[in-house]
């Protein structure tokens, strides 16, 4: 079994590797796997949620994601209180564990995914990822169904924006057509950068130096086909550093 453990602990931070030892006590056979994002980035950590849900993978794999930065509340918490684990199983025996905050499941109910509360403490200690929520994972995981409770909505991932920053600066967003036919080039804006880019069919279809507007390697099926992500590449260069490093959430925009 494979656990991969979406959070904003901070690469190679001590926090993944006691989420790892709690994991290793309840679920022993598991093999936990650690994939950071940025601080309090509920879109990237949604993205990856639903890239590796949806992807190819054995079917009992879990995804545990964990970026709280407990914004649903905007008065003082009482004993480290914050947003509420839910849970999704998907008809691949796939079975999500996240706290609700922000896009972290937004992109799982766009595909209609039923989410469900997770019937665990939302309180009790700064780190629950370590000390609350393990336990009801390793329940879930076990087949006690009667820690679900509630069917939850979440709000819509964000539209025609940055979703994710991979390691090469490749920035991969929610155009899931064309802005314009092929070999079309348009002005993008991201925040308070422009750059020219050339819309094309394949990521590296543009001489060195240009940027691309095209389908990347991310997306997910759905019931009426495939949903791709266009990304923005920089070829031999980092359209992330062209954009001054977008958030993921920040509008990409044809001007």
């Given at each position: 079994?494979?656990?991969?453990?979406?959070a904003?602990?901070?690469?190679g931070?001590?926090?993944?590797?006691?989420?790892?030892?709690?994991?290793a006590?309840?679920?022993?056979?598991?093999?936990?796997?650690p994939l950071p994002?940025p601080?309090?980035d509920?879109?990237?950590?949604?993205?990856c949620?639903?890239?590796?849900?949806f992807?190819?993978?054995p079917?009992?794999?879990?995804?545990?994601?964990?970026v709280?930065?407990?914004q649903?509340?905007d008065?003082?918490r009482e004993?480290?209180?914050g947003?509420?684990?839910?849970?999704?199983?998907?008809?691949?025996?796939?079975?999500?564990?996240?706290?609700?905050?922000?896009?972290?499941?937004?992109?799982?109910a766009?595909?209609?995914?039923?989410?469900?509360?997770?019937?665990?403490a939302?309180?009790?200690?700064?780190?629950?990822?370590?000390?609350?929520?393990p336990?009801?994972?390793a329940?879930?995981?076990?087949?006690?169904?009667?820690?679900?409770?509630?069917?939850?909505?979440?709000?819509?991932?964000?539209s025609r924006?940055?979703?994710?920053?991979d390691g090469?600066?490749?920035?991969k967003?929610?155009?899931?057509?064309?802005?314009?036919p092929?070999?079309?080039?348009?002005?993008?804006?991201?925040?308070?950068?422009?750059?020219e880019?050339?819309?094309?069919d394949g990521?590296?279809?543009v001489?060195?130096?240009?940027?691309?507007?095209?389908?990347?390697?991310?997306g997910w099926?759905?019931?009426?086909?495939?949903r791709?992500?266009?990304?923005?590449?920089s070829r031999?260069?980092?359209?992330?550093?062209l954009?001054?490093?977008?958030?993921?959430?920040?509008?990409?925009?044809?001007?």
């Open positions: 079994m494979l656990i991969t453990v979406v904003d602990y901070g690469t931070d001590l926090a993944f590797a006691e989420v790892r030892q709690t994991f006590a309840l679920v022993p056979q598991a093999d936990v796997s994002v601080a309090f509920t879109v990237s950590a949604g993205f949620v639903a890239q590796l849900a992807g190819a993978g079917a009992d794999r879990v995804i545990y994601a964990n709280a930065p407990r649903d509340e008065q003082p004993d480290n209180a947003e509420r684990l839910a849970a999704a199983r998907l008809p691949s025996g796939v079975l999500v564990v996240a706290v609700g905050s922000g896009a972290s499941l937004s992109f799982l766009a595909e209609n995914i039923p989410l469900y509360a997770v019937k665990v939302d309180a009790g200690s700064q780190f629950r990822s370590r000390d609350v929520f336990a009801a994972v329940g879930l995981i076990a087949g006690d169904d009667s820690l679900l409770g509630e069917q939850l909505t979440v709000p819509p991932p964000p924006s940055v979703i994710y920053t090469y600066g490749n920035l967003t929610s155009w899931y057509e064309p802005p314009a092929t070999g079309t080039k348009v002005r993008v804006r991201i925040g308070d950068a422009e750059a880019a050339v819309v094309s990521v590296f279809a001489p060195s130096g240009a940027l691309s507007f095209a389908p990347g390697s991310s099926p759905t019931t009426t086909g495939r791709t992500c266009f990304e923005l590449l031999g260069g980092n359209a992330a550093e954009f001054n490093f977008p958030r993921s959430g920040t509008p990409v925009e044809l001007v």
